[in-house]
């Protein structure tokens, strides 16, 4: 079997930690070479995984190479530029979460894909876990019913990643923009997918950085709130990102999904989420169902074996889609459609009102 020809654009945590070892794992893939604007940090990175051509942009990469895909693991404000030369050197994209840093750039990537007719797929490991794809197997064979209603967490208690992360420039936000993602589209998936029709919601800006008065362990030195997700450092970094965020989607077929998130919050670390249809429900934590019978509700384990990496899964989808010619679950469409949802939210914070999406 032919080798898949993988490009990485990007050398930071994500690429490092959990997309190379699954790639290195893999006897189907090589990864023919990598690019980062640092270019020492790509030069260490290439090394320290035997990747024999490395570069300081996607530019000089596809100018030298043609692999059959590039995973994009830059900042977001760099999603959308190096996915578009991707796309118009004729590569398949992957590409971390969330799709761009706002929503002119996702609907200038969907331009770019459709029109070189590739593929792109957005990362969101966590509708790749073997429980969210059954969950939704359930949703589509009818167990649940008809699915109107979702809810959804993804919160902190103190857990603002270093680098770039709070800088919206680079980032495009906050935890909406992080870790939201992560949890709204899980749930979304969960639902169907149903068509976004508007978000009404409160993005906070009342913690602000707390890291400001770090608290040091005085035998580590380590700084005791900082989050694990550190992203490189920029020059003309500025902490202007909001604090936590909450609210409610609706959707086409009627559905609603409630979410919140956050990266501080003065209350209980909550993941967690939930669809529920007019037949049953089923929550993901723990994995259960909530089953109408006759005049009762029967709750109920789901059984299976849903173990396994996440990362691997997503990554296993991927190159099953570019070796089989088959369209990607988290495609173009959806990840733009989940930009709106995620930019919607800091609009209708603006302006105090419910965003209705256009199309
Ligand atoms: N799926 C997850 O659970 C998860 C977890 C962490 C991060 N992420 C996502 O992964 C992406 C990267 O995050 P990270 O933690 O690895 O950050 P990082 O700062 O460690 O790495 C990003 C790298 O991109 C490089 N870069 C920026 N612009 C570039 C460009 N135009 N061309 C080439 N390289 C460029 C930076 O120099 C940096 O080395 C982000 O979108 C983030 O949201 C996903």
């Excluded at 796309?87 to 799709?99: D, F, Q, S």
């Excluded at 919160?155 to 770039?164: D, F």
Aim: aromatic fraction near 10%; hydrophobic fraction near 40%; proline fraction near 5%.
């Amino acid at each position: 079997m032919e080798k898949i020809k993988v490009a990485v654009v990007g050398t930071g945590n994500i690429c490092k930690t959990a997309h190379m070892p699954v790639y290195m794992k893999r006897d189907d893939v090589e990864v023919i070479a990598c690019a980062d604007i640092d270019f020492p940090k790509a030069k260490a990175f290439a090394e320290k995984f035997n990747i024999p051509q490395v570069y300081s942009s996607v530019e000089e990469l596809l100018a030298n190479c043609k692999p059959d895909y590039v995973d994009v693991c830059t900042w977001p404000a760099a999603h959308a530029p190096v996915s578009i030369a991707a796309a118009n050197a004729g590569c398949h994209v992957m590409c971390e979460k969330p799709v761009c840093h706002n929503l002119e750039d996702a609907l200038a990537l969907k331009e770019a894909v459709e029109r070189n007719g590739v593929k792109f797929m957005l990362a969101v490991p966590l509708r790749y876990e073997k429980s969210a794809v059954h969950a939704r197997k359930l949703v589509d064979e009818g167990v649940l019913g008809d699915v109107y209603y979702g809810k959804t967490a993804y919160v902190r208690q103190r857990g603002i990643p270093g680098g770039w992360f709070s800088c919206s420039k680079y980032a495009g936000g906050g935890p909406i923009i992080d870790i939201g993602v992560h949890r709204i589209d899980l749930a979304w998936y969960m639902m169907g997918c149903p068509k976004p029709v508007s978000v009404s919601a409160t993005a906070v800006y009342k913690i602000g950085d707390y890291r400001d008065e770090p608290k040091v362990d005085p035998v580590t030195g380590e700084v005791s709130a900082t989050n694990d997700w550190s992203g490189a450092e920029v020059d003309d970094y500025k902490f202007d990102v909001e604090d936590s965020a909450s609210g409610v989607f609706r959707f086409e077929n009627g559905a609603q999904l409630f979410f919140e998130t956050a990266w501080s919050f003065n209350g209980p670390v909550n993941n967690s989420t939930q669809i529920a249809g007019d037949k049953a429900g089923i929550t993901l934590e723990p994995f259960k169902l909530y089953r109408s019978e006759g005049k009762n509700l029967v709750e109920e384990p789901i059984e299976g074996d849903f173990s396994g990496n996440f990362f691997a899964n997503e990554i296993d989808h991927f190159i099953d889609c570019v070796r089989n010619d088959k369209v990607p679950s988290s495609n173009i469409e959806q990840a733009v459609q989940l930009q709106m949802m995620l930019m919607g939210i800091y609009e209708s914070s603006k302006t105090g009102k419910e965003v209705r999406f256009t199309y």
